[in-house]
């Protein structure tokens, strides 16, 4: 059985009391998100799970997964889509003895008011919800802290649904596992995403597809004297910039 172990708004620390036994107190009573050390079979955490390295998600019914990369093609976040909009969760070093996201959230709402119409704090299960209106849509962020972590969630889709989809990203959230690692980190460091093989495969054959395409559209470009054979790039940008916009960047 897991327990949660993270501070909740009105502490100053961290309550590492267990919540719940194997006898007497039901899954509904859990309070998570979690951490990988509560539970007693770590492999447990993996089940109905995505397992991302740094944080376990729970899908949502018909949701979807969309990955963003960097320029080296490296993950740096993954999306869950649903027919509301999408949210990820991210995970980040933190102090063990104080709370690291009131002070994030204070900066994310000073960030936003450069760019969104409305900014607001709201309350939330987990203390205050940092939100950002425009007329492309809203952005509601949602952090966690835990043992050593906090956790990020950003949700982001239209005025219409972002209720609908801000329910969607708490449930999720809320049976969440965080593997932190034992290794020393910065505080606010991201914790590292790694794919499950099967989707990591599906990037690189997408990735080599790509790079397929571009050849042969390169090697069937005319050449002049005047015209030099270059790498071609499409009218959706390059390879690793196409891939990024089939998998959610």
Not at 32 to 60: H, K, T, W
Not at 63 to 70: A, P, R
Request: charged share 25%.
């Amino acid at each position: 059985m897991a327990f949660g172990r993270h501070a909740r708004p009105e502490d100053d620390g961290f309550d590492d009391a267990t919540v719940g036994t194997d006898s007497g107190v039901g899954d509904d009573e859990l309070d998570g998100p979690f951490d990988i050390d509560d539970f007693d079979d770590p492999a447990a955490a993996a089940q109905a799970r995505l397992d991302l390295g740094s944080v376990l998600i729970p899908m949502p019914e018909a949701g979807q997964v969309q990955v963003e990369l960097t320029e080296g093609g490296v993950p740096s976040a993954v999306w869950v889509v649903t027919a509301n909009g999408r949210f990820t969760v991210a995970a980040y070093a933190a102090p063990k003895s104080s709370a690291l996201w009131r002070e994030v959230a204070s900066e994310l709402s000073d960030s936003l008011r450069k760019d969104a119409s409305e900014v607001r704090i709201e309350d939330g299960p987990w203390g205050r919800e940092v939100v950002g209106a425009a007329p492309a849509g809203v952005v509601r962020f949602i952090g966690v802290d835990g043992y050593r972590w906090m956790i990020r969630c950003v949700v982001n889709g239209p005025q219409q649904t972002i209720d609908a989809l801000s329910d969607e990203a708490r449930q999720a959230l809320a049976d969440t596992v965080v593997r932190r690692g034992d290794t020393p980190l910065p505080v606010r460091t991201p914790l590292p995403v790694q794919l499950p093989e099967p989707m990591a495969e599906q990037l690189r054959v997408a990735a080599e597809q790509q790079a397929a395409a571009a050849q042969q559209a390169a090697q069937q470009q005319p050449q002049t004297p005047e015209t030099q054979p270059v790498a071609r790039r499409s009218e959706h940008g390059s390879a690793m910039q196409q891939l990024r916009t089939i998998t959610g960047g």
